[in-house]
C-alpha cells in the first residue's frame, strides 16, 4: 500500500475477466491429467486390509498367504515401519490441552475406526494387491465402541483412549459480557438444541498419490492429489528422515479438494513407506468406499444454545455448549479442534450482541476423524445462530428481515470486535440486507406464500446473515507452531518470445487461481492476459508458500503476484530506457508494447525487449545485466484475517405428506471486496451453496450402533445432484478492505456458510402453522413427518 | 495372474485388438491398458457418471461394463468427438460459462448434454436438470452446465429427424 503506484489500478477492471479459463479448455478436451493418469513401467499398486471393528485391538496378524501370492511385491504393518517412519500427534501450541495419542501408517496395536487401515499389500497391480488384501489374518479382540456424541460424553462411557481418562480431546471456553445478567434482566429467552449430521467430501476424484522413492539419491518425488505440496514436503520429509530439498511433491491436476486434500492420511504414509521399501513407484488411488471410510468427515454437532433478547427484539446474549465428535485422533497437522473453535467463534457474529458465553467439548470416537473442510465451522455458528434468530422472532412477532436489520452491526461501529474477539475491518450487513430483499421480491414472495397455504401447500421463506473468515494470517496455524507457511511467493520472468511466465505458491484444484493470477500480473504488468502463463503446485519449480486453503488465493496469492508483476515490470522499463536511450520513467508498458509515457506512441515490443536483452546484449552498453526474472513474497497484513459478509435466502415447499423438499429458489447477496473476476466469484458462491444445500437436506454419514459405517456409496450417501438444486441469484455489495493491496478477500466458503441455515430456517417457517420444528439435519423426509406428528 | 482373453472392438472410429482378463472393467482397459485417460473413474458403483462413455449408440458406465462383454461393440469416448459439431459447441460453451471447475466430471458431462441434444429438440431447463442427474458434480452447483447446454440448445439448427 506504500507504493503509489497501486492504487490508481485498484478500483479499475482487472484485465482478462471475460476471457475462459485455460485450463477449462484442457479439461473440457478431456485433457486433464490427474493422479490415476499418471503411469510409471515399474509401477506397483498399494491396497490396504482395513478394520472391520470400530474399536479392536490387534491380537495377530497373518501375512504369509499374502506374501505367497504370485504378483505381491511387499506386505507391511505398522510395526515394520518403525525404523522408517515416525509418528505423529496432530496438536498445536494454540491450543493448549488438546490431547491426541500418536498416530502411524497403520493402526498400531489397537484399530479405532472401522475403516482403518491395518496392513498395507503392494503388487503389481492394484487387482492382485485387493486379492493379496483378500489373504490377510487378522485376530481381534473386540473393545466396546463410542459412536454418538452423548455416548462419547457419558460418564460411564467406554473410552476410546484409556490413558486419557476420558473421551475429551479439547475443550475451550468463550467468555465476553456478563451473560448472567444480560439473561436475568431479558424480556425473551429462546432455547433450543440442534443435531447437525456427520457429513464427508465427496470430491469426485478421490484422493491419491504416487510416490516415487530414488534410493540411490535419497530422493521422493510424490504426485499428489494435494491442495498443499508445501505442507506435504515438510510432513514427508521430517516424518520419513528425508533431506527437506530431496522431497518434491507435485500436485497435477486435483479433482476437488474444498479443504480434504489439506491433511496427513496413513495410506499415503504407506504409500511413501512402499516405495522407499521397494525403490519402486507406487500408487495409491482410493476407491469410492474407501473414501467414505477414511477421508476426513465434518461437522457432527450437537449444539445446545440460549439467545437473550429485550422486547424490541435486540440481541442481548448467547449461551452456547457445542459439543462435535471428531473419531479417534485430532488429525494432522491442522487438528481436529479448528472447526469447533470457529463455530463457537461465529456464534452471533453479524450482531451487536455484547454478551456471549461458549464452551466447546471435542470428544474422541471411534469414527472416521474429522477435520477442516469447505467453511470451517460457519455453518455450525451459523445454522445454531440464525436458527435463534428465526425463534426469537416468531416469539416476538417480529419479521425475520426486520429483526435482523435492528441487530446487524452497523456501519458507524467499524472497525468492531466481535465478543468472540474477531476483529471486523468493516462490513456491509444493511446493504447486503436491503438488496436481498429486492433481489428475491420479498413482499410478493410472502404474498405467494400466504396464497398456497390457502391452498393447503406449505411453502416457507428463511433468511440468514453470516460473516465468513478470508485470507488468513500466520494465526491460523503458525503461531501454533505448525510449518504451515501463510506467506506467499510468485518468481516472474519475461521470456525471449516477450511472453510472461509466474510461478506461483498458490494452488490450483479448479477454482480458478491460474486465470486469477493470470489476470492480476496482465493487470500491473500491462500486457494481454494471454500471454501470461502460470505454474503452480510443485514444491522444485515454485516459490515457498502456504498454497490454497480458507479462502487466501485471491487475496493473499493475488498481492504476492501484483508485487511481482509490479517488480518485473520496473526491469522491463529500465531495459527499455537503455535501449532507446532514455529513462526508465520515460516509458511505460501497455498492452504488450512498450510506449512513451507521455503520449503512448508504441516504442517496442516486449518479444524485442526479449531479443535484444538474452541474445543480442552485445549491443548494450558495457555493465549493463538485463534483470528479466524476479521474485516476490507478500506477508498478510494487518488484522488476523479479512471478514467478508452477506445474506442468503431459501424459497421452498415441504410435501406434508411424503416429508419432501422441493427447493425453489435461493438468492445470494455477499461482499467479498474487489471482485478480480465476477464468473469466477459467482461459481465459487453456487458451488458453495449447493455444498450446504446438501449438507441441509442430504448428505450424512450414517453409522451402526456398533460403529459400523453404512454409508458407504453414493447410493447410500445423498448428494445433491442437477435435478433437485434450484438456480441460484447472486448479487455482490463491494466493501474494499485495505488490507490487502488489491483490496479483495476470499469468496470460497461464503457459499456454504450460511446455505444450510437458510435451508433450515425455510422449512421451520414452512411448517410453522402446524407447530413442527426440525431440530436435526440433515432434513430427511423422514426427520420431517416426525416432527409433524405423522409417523 | 489372471488369464487374459482376446478382444476385438472399434474404439472412436477405429478396430483395435486387446487382450484383457475377465474381471477388466472398460473403464480400466481405456484407462489403464490403452492410456486413454479421459474417461475419469469417480465411484466404479455406476452412480456418479464420470466414466460415461457411448457404446452402440447408447450411455453406458464404463465401470459397470467388463471389457469382455464388448466383442464387436462400437465404443466412443471423450476422445471420440474430435470433429463433431455438437460437441465443439458444448465444449466451447462449457469453458465459457466455465460450467467446470475441477474437469473430474467434465467428459462424463459432456457426453450426457451430447446424448440429450442429439435427441431432443430445445429441451428445457428442468429436461436439461433431469437428464444430467446421473452425473455428479461436486464444484459448480450445476447452474452453469445447465446453462451451458441450455445455451447449445437454443443455437443449433434443428435437423433432427421428426424435430
Not at chain 1, 461501529?413 to 436481498?436: D, F, K, N
Amino acid at each position: 500500500m506504500s507504493d503509489p503506484a497501486i492504487k490508481p489500478h485498484r478500483y479499475t477492471e482487472f484485465v482478462g475477466q471475460d476471457k475462459p479459463r485455460r485450463n477449462a479448455v484442457r479439461h473440457a478436451y478431456g485433457r486433464g491429467r490427474f493422479v490415476d493418469d499418471i503411469a510409471f513401467a515399474n509401477l506397483a499398486h498399494v491396497a490396504f486390509f482395513r478394520s472391520p471393528h470400530a474399536h479392536a485391538e490387534i491380537l495377530s496378524i497373518d501375512t504369509a498367504a499374502a506374501r505367497a501370492l504370485p504378483g505381491v511385491v511387499d506386505v507391511f504393518t505398522a510395526q515394520d515401519l518403525t525404523e522408517i517412519c515416525t509418528p505423529w500427534v496432530g496438536a498445536l501450541d494454540h491450543f493448549p490441552g488438546l490431547k491426541s495419542p500418536e498416530q502411524w501408517p497403520l493402526a498400531m496395536g489397537r484399530a479405532n475406526w472401522n475403516g482403518e487401515p491395518v496392513v498395507a499389500v503392494v503388487a503389481e497391480s492394484r487387482a492382485i494387491a485387493e486379492d493379496g488384501v483378500d489373504l490377510i489374518v487378522v485376530e481381534w479382540k473386540e473393545l466396546p465402541p463410542v459412536v454418538g456424541i452423548e455416548q462419547a460424553r457419558a460418564k460411564d462411557a467406554p473410552l476410546v483412549h484409556p490413558e486419557f481418562g476420558s473421551n475429551l480431546c479439547f475443550a475451550m471456553t468463550l467468555k465476553a459480557g456478563d451473560v448472567v445478567a444480560a439473561f436475568r434482566d431479558a424480556d425473551l429467552v429462546v432455547e433450543d438444541t440442534l443435531d447437525l449430521g456427520r457429513q464427508t467430501a465427496l470430491t469426485l476424484e478421490p484422493r491419491g498419490i504416487v510416490a516415487d522413492f530414488d534410493p540411490s539419491l535419497r530422493k521422493l518425488t510424490a504426485y499428489h492429489s494435494t491442495q498443499t505440496v508445501y505442507q506435504m514436503q515438510d510432513v514427508f520429509c521430517r516424518h520419513f528422515g528425508l533431506s527437506e530439498e530431496n522431497v518434491r511433491v507435485i500436485a497435477p491436476d486435483v479433482g476437488g479438494s474444498f479443504g480434504m486434500k489439506l491433511h496427513v492420511y496413513g495410506e499415503e504414509m504407506s504409500a511413501v513407506a512402499a516405495s522407499i521399501r521397494i525403490g519402486r513407484p507406487v500408487k495409491f488411488v482410493a476407491d469410492r468406499m474407501e473414501s467414505f471410510l477414511s477421508d476426513i468427515h465434518l461437522r457432527e454437532h450437537k449444539v445446545h444454545a440460549r439467545m437473550a433478547l429485550s422486547k424490541a427484539g435486540e440481541i442481548l446474549a448467547m449461551d452456547v455448549d457445542d459439543a462435535t465428535g471428531i473419531g479417534p485422533f485430532s488429525v494432522y497437522p491442522r487438528t481436529s479442534a479448528m472447526e469447533g473453535n470457529q463455530a463457537l467463534r461465529l456464534m452471533g457474529a453479524p450482531y451487536k450482541m455484547a454478551n456471549y458465553h461458549g464452551r466447546l467439548s471435542v470428544l474422541f470416537q471411534n469414527k472416521a476423524p474429522t477435520c477442516q473442510f469447505r467453511a470451517v465451522g460457519h455453518p455450525i455458528g451459523i445454522t445454531v445462530t440464525e436458527h435463534m434468530v428465526d425463534l426469537a422472532a416468531r416469539a416476538l412477532n417480529l419479521d425475520p428481515f426486520e429483526i435482523r436489520r435492528r441487530n446487524v452491526v452497523t456501519k458507524d461501529m467499524y472497525p468492531h470486535t466481535t465478543p468472540t474477539g474477531y476483529i471486523l475491518e468493516r462490513l456491509s450487513h444493511e446493504e447486503c440486507l436491503a438488496r436481498l430483499e429486492t433481489l428475491m421480491d420479498y413482499p410478493r414472495l410472502r404474498a405467494e406464500q400466504a396464497e398456497a397455504r390457502q391452498r393447503g401447500i406449505y411453502r416457507g421463506i428463511g433468511i440468514g446473515t453470516f460473516i465468513e473468515i478470508t485470507n488468513p494470517g500466520p494465526a491460523f496455524y503458525g503461531i501454533g507452531n505448525a510449518r504451515i507457511s501463510s506467506q506467499d511467493g510468485c518468481m516472474m520472468k519475461l521470456e525471449p518470445s516477450g511472453k510472461i511466465r509466474a510461478a506461483v505458491s498458490i494452488s490450483e484444484t479448479g477454482q480458478g487461481t491460474e486465470t486469477v493470477m493470470a489476470q492480476v500480473a496482465a493487470t500491473y504488468l500491462g500486457v494481454d492476459v494471454e500471454h501470461v502463463d502460470v505454474i503452480t503446485g510443485d514444491t522444485e519449480r515454485t516459490p515457498y508458500g502456504g498454497a490454497s486453503w480458507a479462502s487466501r488465493g485471491a487475496g493473499i496469492g493475488g498481492a504476492t503476484v501484483m508485487q511481482a508483476a509490479l517488480a518485473l515490470k520496473a526491469s522491463i522499463l529500465e531495459i527499455a530506457g537503455v535501449i532507446l536511450q532514455g529513462e526508465a520513467n520515460d516509458f511505460d508498458l501497455r498492452a504488450g508494447q512498450i510506449v512513451n509515457r507521455a503520449d503512448g506512441q508504441i516504442r517496442m515490443s516486449l518479444a524485442e525487449i526479449g531479443r535484444i536483452a538474452y541474445f543480442r546484449t552485445d549491443t548494450l552498453p558495457a555493465n549493463v545485466h538485463p534483470q528479466l526474472s524476479v521474485v516476490r513474497h507478500y506477508v498478510p497484513q494487518g488484522t488476523p484475517f479479512d471478514f467478508t459478509n452477506g445474506v442468503q435466502a431459501s424459497y421452498l415447499e415441504v410435501d406434508i405428506e411424503t416429508g419432501i423438499v422441493t427447493l425453489l429458489d435461493h438468492w445470494v447477496v455477499e461482499d467479498c471486496g474487489i471482485i478480480l473476476n465476477r464468473q469466477l466469484v459467482d461459481e465459487q458462491i453456487r458451488g458453495g451453496v449447493v455444498h450446504g444445500l446438501g449438507s441441509a437436506l442430504f448428505e450424512e454419514c450414517l453409522y451402526s450402533a456398533t460403529g459400523q459405517m453404512l454409508t458407504t456409496t453414493m447410493a447410500d450417501y445423498l448428494a445433491p445432484l442437477a435435478s433437485e438444486m434450484p438456480d441460484i441469484h447472486i448479487d455482490h455489495i463491494c466493501t474494499p478492505t485495505e488490507m490487502t493491496p488489491l483490496g479483495a478477500k476470499g469468496v470460497g466458503e461464503a457459499g456454504t456458510a450460511a446455505a444450510g441455515a437458510v435451508v433450515l430456517n425455510a422449512v421451520n417457517d414452512a411448517l410453522h402453522p402446524l407447530g413442527a420444528v426440525l431440530r436435526q439435519t440433515p432434513l430427511t423426509p423422514e426427520r420431517i413427518l416426525k416432527a409433524l406428528g405423522r409417523i | 495372474m489372471d488369464p487374459h482373453y482376446p478382444l476385438a472392438f472399434i474404439l472412436n472410429g477405429a478396430r483395435v485388438e486387446h487382450e484383457v482378463s475377465v474381471r477388466t472393467t472398460l473403464a480400466d482397459l481405456l484407462r489403464h491398458q490403452i492410456g486413454q485417460t479421459a474417461t475419469h473413474v469417480g465411484c466404479e458403483q455406476g452412480s456418479c457418471g464420470a466414466c460415461t462413455v457411448v457404446v452402440d449408440g447408447r450411455m453406458v458406465r464404463a465401470c459397470l461394463i467388463f471389457a469382455i462383454q464388448l466383442e464387436g461393440a462400437d465404443i466412443k469416448t471423450s476422445d471420440g468427438f474430435a470433429d463433431d459439431a455438437l460437441m465443439i459447441s458444448l465444449r466451447r460453451a462449457f469453458t465459457e460459462r466455465n460450467a467446470l471447475q475441477c474437469g473430474f466430471c467434465t467428459s462424463g458431462m459432456l457426453i450426457a448434454g451430447h446424448d440429450l441434444l442429439s435427441r431432443v429438440a430445445q429441451p428445457g431447463r428442468r429436461e436439461i436438470r433431469e437428464k444430467i442427474s446421473g452425473n455428479f458434480c461436486r464444484c459448480t452447483g450445476y447452474e452453469a452446465i445447465v446453462d451451458a447446454i441450455w445455451k447449445v440448445a437454443q443455437e443449433m439448427p434443428d435437423t433432427r429427424a421428426g424435430a
